[in-house]
């Protein structure tokens, strides 16, 4: 009753941004299939939704406040952009921070798709009509497999830094060099599990993703992780998705570097466009993050000037 109540008076709040309005920055709440989902609303000085808004979804395990969400915000707001940096809820109710790993884990990476989409409805019904989609990491991913079965016509591009890329052989080897165990046992265990109709089974005690060395999580979840899906690979998107599309690199990235070549058969310079960010990793950091929002912003106007 209490989150119910928050949730109406921050309703209440937003309506009022549909006129002029400083610039502010709200916590939001959506209930969503029996959880409490929340975002940050970043709103530039004297804008309102109505003037459009950039959805950025974070990375794995990660979380919306993390400094290069936090950044991409402050530097949109800069230069006129208001944004909603949404925090996925792994499965949890009213999450914040980062993935807990003491927490079993029964989340899948398609259960981002959903929340994502739950957010541009919750920004639709509110009058927005011009809508940027951006991600970093495997939110990319996410992201584009959103846009591609649920385009809209609110959705007027999308921008996707270091988007995530997923092969069996790239699994394998982060895999073992991450935690020096092998995934495949542990994977056909959880693939039988889930033949068997016991997805919801837990795996105790395996390592999970980046920052889970030991945890909890049913056999469906590490399953939809790192079964080899090309659904959870960036390129698997490129020639699906049907909004302008710029992905940025940075050319220090360790994490995602072989990026460019994977990405380089769909780059056309019209559909899909590829801009790096010269001495950048993969999250961006001081001066490098200027660099990319300098090159999102830039490419977001010139698709506007021709829609």
Same mark, same amino acid.
């Given at each position: 009753?209490?989150?119910?109540?928050?949730?109406?008076?921050?309703?209440?709040?937003?309506?009022? %941004?549909?006129?002029?309005?400083?610039?502010?920055?709200?916590?939001?709440?959506? $209930?969503?299939?029996? *959880?409490?989902?929340?975002a940050?609303?970043?709103?530039? $000085?004297?804008?309102?939704?109505?003037?459009?808004?950039?959805?950025?979804?974070?990375?794995?395990?990660?979380?919306?406040?993390?400094? +290069?969400?936090?950044?991409?915000q402050e530097r949109?707001?800069?230069?006129?952009?208001?944004?909603?940096?949404?925090?996925?809820?792994?499965?949890? /109710?009213?999450?914040?921070?980062?993935?807990? @790993?003491?927490?079993?884990?029964?989340?899948?990476?398609?259960?981002?798709?959903?929340?994502i989409?739950?957010?541009?409805?919750?920004?639709?019904?509110?009058g927005?009509? /011009?809508?940027?989609?951006?991600a970093?990491?495997?939110?990319?991913?996410?992201?584009?497999?959103?846009?591609?079965?649920?385009?809209?016509?609110?959705?007027?591009?999308?921008?996707?830094?270091?988007?995530?890329?997923?092969?069996?052989?790239?699994?394998?080897?982060?895999?073992?060099?991450?935690?020096?165990?092998?995934? *495949?046992?542990?994977l056909?265990?959880?693939?039988? +599990?889930?033949?068997?109709?016991?997805?919801?089974? *837990?795996?105790?005690?395996?390592?999970?993703?980046?920052? @889970?060395?030991? %945890?909890?999580?049913?056999?469906?979840?590490?399953?939809?992780?790192?079964?080899?899906?090309?659904?959870?690979?960036t390129?698997?998107?490129?020639?699906?998705?049907?909004k302008?599309? +710029?992905?940025?690199?940075?050319?220090? /990235?360790?994490?995602?570097p072989?990026?460019?070549?994977?990405?380089?058969?769909?780059? /056309?310079?019209?559909?899909?466009?590829?801009?790096?960010?010269?001495?950048?990793?993969?999250?961006?950091?001081?001066?490098?993050?200027?660099?990319?929002?300098?090159?999102?912003?830039?490419?977001?106007?010139?698709?506007?000037?021709?829609?």
């Amino acid at each position: 009753m209490q989150k119910l109540s928050r949730f109406k008076l921050y309703g209440l709040m937003l309506l009022g %941004t549909l006129m002029t309005s400083p610039s502010i920055a709200e916590d939001i709440r959506l $209930p969503y299939q029996g *959880l409490t989902l929340n975002a940050n609303l970043s709103l530039a $000085p004297g804008s309102s939704l109505s003037d459009g808004v950039v959805l950025i979804t974070h990375g794995t395990q990660a979380h919306s406040r993390l400094e +290069l969400i936090q950044g991409l915000q402050e530097r949109l707001r800069d230069q006129g952009r208001n944004s909603l940096a949404i925090n996925l809820s792994f499965g949890i /109710d009213d999450r914040h921070g980062l993935w807990d @790993c003491s927490v079993p884990s029964r989340y899948r990476h398609e259960d981002a798709v959903g929340e994502i989409g739950a957010w541009v409805e919750w920004l639709k019904n509110r009058g927005v009509k /011009d809508l940027v989609l951006m991600a970093h990491s495997r939110g990319g991913s996410q992201t584009l497999w959103y846009a591609t079965e649920h385009d809209s016509d609110i959705i007027k591009s999308l921008v996707l830094l270091a988007p995530g890329l997923s092969t069996r052989e790239r699994e394998v080897a982060g895999y073992r060099k991450r935690f020096n165990k092998e995934l *495949l046992p542990l994977l056909t265990r959880a693939q039988n +599990l889930v033949a068997e109709g016991r997805g919801d089974t *837990l795996l105790e005690d395996v390592p999970f993703l980046f920052i @889970c060395p030991e %945890t909890s999580v049913s056999a469906s979840s590490f399953v939809s992780f790192y079964a080899d899906d090309p659904r959870r690979d960036t390129p698997y998107w490129l020639n699906k998705v049907k909004k302008p599309t +710029l992905i940025i690199f940075g050319t220090a /990235d360790t994490v995602v570097p072989e990026l460019p070549e994977r990405v380089a058969p769909f780059v /056309d310079g019209e559909r899909i466009h590829f801009e790096t960010v010269d001495g950048a990793g993969h999250f961006f950091r001081d001066l490098n993050l200027d660099d990319a929002v300098d090159a999102a912003v830039a490419f977001i106007e010139s698709e506007e000037k021709t829609q």
